[in-house]
């Protein structure tokens, strides 16, 4: 029998954790892992989520000692993880019933030609109030699935975590491969450079979840404006730092798997990750001719 297991990061979410718990816990497919790794909150969270592990089996706490942050408290979750098939999982947003049958389905059905599978999908923009800002995240983000690989994913990730799944196969060769978090920008952007490398990526047009817009939001949902792209690109090059954390990221999933991705996979890596040593105008050119 097939195992379903979801890791959630909290940290000071009580304003909203509820409606992600009752969303996660009434799929029409049974979640039968839910690993919760509180990351040191100080509100009401801990009572909420001390309240569900004594009301729903299979609720699994974490209580940090001390603030990981992300990405760390995220892949220290998949570490812990024993299921099957996994899902990560914010504390703000609310899953369509179907969320996780409909990404298992697809899963499934591509590990019968690929040994690693990753799967993500479409998103409703929400706010903190629960109305619906944008029927299609990707479509409001410029987002087109089509096309992305690694080289797209070095500098720019289409991957929203909370929408990802990953079968268990890949889920073993990042816990065995990523030995430490320094240099990783975000969970989600990293695994999406091993999954463009190894394994069979799924994604889902149609959105399974309400994703939560508001202030205290870590993942930029904002849809940013061309000038203000300008704007943010010519600041970055005046502090010197453009694309600096993502040749650094590249560096650091390059001496993770470098022994395990492609040739091709593997020289691309390798020409971006040199492009730390040349003028700032050929990172732009990388970005412009990959985005």
């Not at 195992?3 to 979410?13: D, E, H, M, R, T």
């Not at 996780?100 to 990753?118: A, G």
């Not at 395990?260 to 990172?283: G, H, M, S």
Request: charged share 25%; hydrophobic share 40%.
């Amino acid at each position: 029998m097939d195992s379903i297991g979801v890791v959630l990061a909290a940290y000071n979410g009580d304003r909203y954790i509820r409606k992600q718990l009752d969303s996660i816990l009434s799929q029409d497919q049974k979640v039968d892992e839910l690993l919760i790794i509180d990351d040191g909150s100080t509100d009401g969270t801990r009572a909420i989520l001390r309240e569900y592990e004594a009301r729903y089996k299979g609720v699994r706490l974490v209580f940090n000692d001390r603030n990981m942050g992300s990405p760390a408290v995220f892949f220290y979750g998949l570490s812990l993880s024993r299921s099957d098939y996994i899902l990560f999982c914010d504390q703000d947003d609310i899953w369509f019933d179907d969320k996780v049958s409909t990404q298992l389905f697809m899963v499934k059905d591509r590990e019968k030609r690929n040994n690693y599978v990753c799967c993500f999908h479409n998103a409703k923009l929400i706010d903190s109030n629960d109305n619906i800002l944008e029927d299609s995240y990707w479509k409001y983000r410029k987002l087109d699935p089509k096309g992305y690989g690694l080289k797209k994913s070095l500098t720019r990730n289409i991957m929203t975590g909370c929408t990802m799944m990953i079968n268990r196969s890949l889920a073993n060769i990042i816990n065995e491969k990523v030995l430490s978090y320094d240099g990783i920008l975000f969970h989600d952007h990293f695994i999406s450079l091993v999954a463009y490398s190894l394994a069979t990526v799924v994604a889902i047009d149609r959105p399974l979840m309400y994703y939560r817009n508001h202030s205290a939001s870590v993942t930029a949902k904002e849809n940013i404006s061309p000038l203000k792209k300008i704007m943010n690109v010519s600041a970055r090059l005046a502090k010197n730092d453009y694309l600096t954390d993502n040749i650094l990221q590249g560096e650091r999933f390059l001496s993770f798997f470098g022994d395990v991705i492609a040739k091709d996979q593997k020289r691309n890596t390798e020409k971006f990750i040199a492009l730390k040593n040349r003028p700032k105008f050929f990172q732009i050119i990388w970005q412009f001719k990959n985005k």
